[in-house]
């Protein structure tokens, strides 16, 4: 079952929630020395910065969706090529000190300004992050005159704006509404009803919906300049991530409402929110990867089935074509030279029935018989070798669907790791670049009471699992599904039917029946499991087993890796 999408939501990247996070990314990071910088992704761009508390990981998020100047715990893989604009940047910016993070008026931009030292001069660099939804981009400035930008334009588009290196930085157009500090045109402004949200964050710069709405709330639903230019300047901060479902669904730098968690700062909300928001992102972007590879694959394999159950319906004449090869012989001397068709008493058939035989004119009667003797012969040795074809497809069938049913149900980036690695050991997928060899990673573990319970990651870890158990504990597998292997480690003890239910939901969850109930869980000693020589990793067969009914369950509560 994958995974529940949470609703898309506008987040609160407005110039009132910017001028927070710009005077909290000056506090940590003006002083600090830029030592990496690179490009995970076409419209990301992450910096490693040393300041006086360590390194930090400074990450700008330029697309539409999740647009962002946070810092960042996540780790992200630098592409082997840096684009033109991450290499633009580690010419200019590398080693570079940063000496001024701002907002730009009340605009959706934080410009970064920086020192930047070469062999026979100094210089002094501004990188502009605008944080403007799907027109967000990154501009590199020097006195003024763009250097390059990630997002670029030419003269002749349709554009009042021009993006390339050479021509003089410029800011957007103002939105036509009313800025914030102009307490004067604020109280021109009349609200005649309805949602005071919706008139505060359409007549008032730089102000989103989201946060129009804690300002709606402050003013008590009636329109109050002097209030709002108060929540706007105030200072005041209450900084939050807001949950729904145990999901992050905002996050906000003044809040008093419920479902929230309280952060010293808003710089560390906005990092809790986007850590999680991303990694989610990241993990359910590599599923989609590694379940797309092995559809891919299995689409094949199937599509080689047809076309193999196409070939055995073929065969399956043979017999027939033998029959006819008989019957011409024993008749060889009754058959007219030059026929096309030869009617002869068949018999096998106990009515003395007749069949008729399509013949090549051009041949004898002895080449005719002989002919269809060496059609009869092709036939079964196609059949023989097709027969071993689908043996062996049907088994490949069966291992790619073991392994979808490892990465859908993968709840961790470990478990997805484990799964590509096992993907790249079988062809499946390409390894990137040549890694040192890591250590194996743990079983899923889980205590139940006094027992230990171990689950495999995926194929590989179950051949692993099934070699490092004593043959007294007590294995587990769904009937019919694949899933992963389980093993109660029972140490000579006798386990209780609650450790044996848990066991069975544990297996039950992390099988491609886990959406469904009552799902039937085979269990049996250790010793009675036999994995046969040269069969795919993961496949085993057993005996001496029993059967319980059981509805999934991850019991998280009991995982203690």
């Known amino acids: 079952m994958r995974r529940k999408r949470r609703k898309k939501v506008t987040m609160p990247q407005d110039a009132f929630t910017i001028g927070y996070v710009a005077d909290e990314l000056s506090k ?48 992200r893989e630098a592409p082997l090529v840096a684009p033109n604009f991450c290499m633009l940047l580690r010419k200019h910016l590398q080693n570079a000190k940063t000496v001024a993070v701002e907002r730009v008026g009340f605009e959706r931009i934080i410009r970064f300004d920086f020192e930047c030292s070469a062999d026979f001069s100094d210089e002094k660099l501004s990188l502009y992050a ?6 967000s981009n990154a501009i590199l400035c020097r006195d003024g005159i763009i250097l390059g930008a990630l997002k670029t334009n030419s003269i002749g588009e349709n554009t009042k704006r021009l993006l390339f290196a050479g021509v003089k930085y410029e800011l957007p157009a103002p939105q036509e509404k009313i800025s914030p500090d102009d307490l004067p045109a604020l109280e021109k402004a009349e609200f005649t009803g309805g949602d005071l949200a919706k008139f505060i964050s359409d007549n008032i710069r730089g102000i989103a919906y989201t946060t129009a709405r804690d300002i709606a709330d402050y003013c008590g639903g009636k329109f109050d300049a002097k ?85 055995l319906l073929e065969c399956r004449d043979a017999e027939t074509v033998k029959l006819k090869g008989e019957l011409l012989t024993a008749n060889i001397y009754a058959m007219p030279r030059g026929a096309q068709v030869f009617e002869a008493v068949n018999y096998y058939d106990e009515n003395g029935g007749k069949i008729k035989i399509a013949l090549d004119p051009h041949l ?34 069966d291992y790619l669907y073991s392994l979808l049913a490892h990465v859908e149900s993968a709840d961790s980036p470990l478990d997805l790791g484990e799964c590509a690695a096992e993907l790249i050991s079988a062809g499946i ?70 450790v044996l239910e848990v066991a069975a939901q544990i297996c039950a969850h992390y099988s491609d029946a886990k959406s469904g109930s009552k799902i039937p869980v085979d269990y049996t000693k250790r010793k009675f ?13 057993y005996t001496d087993y029993r059967t319980v009914l059981v509805d999934p369950d991850p019991h998280a509560a009991l995982l203690k890796e």
């Not at 605008?130 to 027109?135: L, P």
């Not at 010293?264 to 986007?274: G, K, R």
């Not at 499991?529 to 067969?541: E, L, N, Q, T």
């Open 28 to 75: 940590r990071l003006v002083g600090g020395k830029i030592s990496k910088i690179f490009q995970p992704s076409r419209d990301e761009l992450s910096f490693i910065i040393y300041t006086r508390s360590g390194n930090v990981k400074l990450d700008l998020g330029l697309s539409a969706q999740n647009c962002r100047a946070s810092l960042s715990s996540v780790e």
């Open 130 to 135: 605008e944080i403007m939804g799907k027109y």
């Open 227 to 311: 209030r709002v230019n108060s929540y706007i300047f105030g200072g005041q901060s209450a900084p939050c991530v807001i949950y729904e479902d145990g999901k992050p669904k905002d996050f906000k730098a003044v809040y008093f409402g419920k479902n929230a968690k309280k952060f010293d700062s808003v710089l560390d909300a906005q990092t809790a929110y986007y850590d999680e928001v991303i990694s989610e992102k990241l993990f359910d972007g590599e599923k989609k990867r590694l379940v797309s590879a092995l559809m891919s694959h299995i689409r094949k394999a199937e599509k080689r089935l047809s076309i193999i159950g196409d070939k």
């Open 364 to 397: 004898t009667p002895a080449q005719n018989a002989q002919k269809y003797y060496k059609r009869y012969a092709k036939l079964k040795r196609a059949a023989q070798a097709v027969s071993v074809q689908k043996e062996q497809t049907e088994s490949e069938c």
């Open 429 to 498: 997928l390409k390894a990137e670049k040549k890694e040192k060899k890591k250590a194996p990673s743990p079983f899923r573990t889980y205590e139940c009471g006094s027992f230990k319970i171990l689950a495999g990651r995926n194929n590989i870890q179950n051949d692993r699992l099934l070699k490092s158990v004593s043959p007294e504990d007590i294995w587990l597998h769904t009937q019919g599904y694949h899933s992963a292997h389980v093993v109660i480690v029972t140490g000579g003890a006798k386990i209780p039917a609650n």
């Open 529 to 541: 499991v036999k994995k046969p020589p040269a069969r795919a990793a993961g496949y085993v067969v």
